[in-house]
């Protein structure tokens, strides 16, 4: 997560990404835009790109709110932590990652909870790890005959993915900070981690987090993984279809470009 400031000396973060506090601090607000392309090596299709702009605010110490979602830190280590330091750092978020609507679904939302946890191993190492759950939910399901594609991605209506991360930043000097990242999901067909299973995968990354002032933030983050489906998979509901059986795996690489203005 990227921060950066400029507000009153009281609210300011540091130039070093290891010292953020877990949520925002009262009265700071977040302006980010993330900027991602990825590739994968199954699909026929070109490479993948979505721009994805932020707004955040610290309504408390412990309280943060992004528009669709809110979260809490029951707990933080932070050395500038407003709160004073914990023993770690621990927080939740839940809420939505958006709204549509389609002609075929209906009303479509993607509710989205996460957990996550943080220790201040010393003043450079930061180790951290966590769970989400997002899902896509539509108020008139569709049902997928092969349930996902070329990417091994959810064709359905309704979904969810369950995934757990573990990642390490070390402060290297007073602007710069690297870290590395593992993940593993699960995508399943319904909104349950008990449905079936569509796809697992696994996932690593690099993290370069660049801060030449309090208030402004870089970060590049290039990305790799894999992704696997089960041996068994729903066929189509008509004998007389095709079967267009998707690939047993499927690598995907990337990369992730954010720049945030706190204030």
């Known amino acids: ?140 399901p569709v049902i997928a005959t092969d349930g996902v594609n070329a990417r091994l991605e959810p064709t359905g209506s309704r979904w969810a993915d369950l995934s757990a991360y573990i990642s390490v930043l070390r402060q290297l000097n007073g602007n710069l900070a690297l870290g590395a990242s593992f993940s593993a999901d699960e995508y399943t067909d319904c909104l349950s981690p008990l449905c079936e299973q569509l796809s697992r995968g696994v996932g690593a990354s ?11 933030s870089f970060a590049l983050v290039p990305r790799a993984g894999l992704r696997a489906r089960p041996s068994a998979l729903r066929m189509p509901v008509a004998p007389a279809d095709p079967v267009d059986m998707p690939p047993e795996t499927a690598s995907w690489f990337g990369c992730r470009a954010a720049v945030a203005f706190y204030y």
């Open 1 to 140: 997560m990227l921060l950066a400031c400029c507000a009153t000396p009281s609210r300011q973060l540091s130039t070093r990404a290891v010292d953020d506090p877990i949520v925002l601090p009262a009265r700071m607000t977040s302006v980010s835009v993330t900027s991602s392309a990825w590739q994968y090596q199954s699909s026929a299709d070109g490479p993948s790109y979505n721009v994805l702009p932020a707004l955040r605010w610290g309504l408390t110490n412990r309280l943060e709110w992004d528009v669709t979602s809110f979260g809490y830190a029951f707990l933080d280590d932070a050395p500038s932590s407003p709160g004073g330091q914990a023993p770690l750092s621990l927080a939740a978020h839940a809420g939505s990652s958006g709204v549509a609507a389609s002609s075929t679904d209906g009303l479509v939302l993607f509710p989205t909870a996460s957990v996550d946890l943080i220790k201040h191993l010393d003043p450079r190492w930061l180790l951290s790890g966590g769970m989400a759950w997002d899902a896509r939910w539509s108020r008139t």
């Open 206 to 216: 690099l993290r370069l987090v660049y801060r030449p002032l309090p208030w402004l």
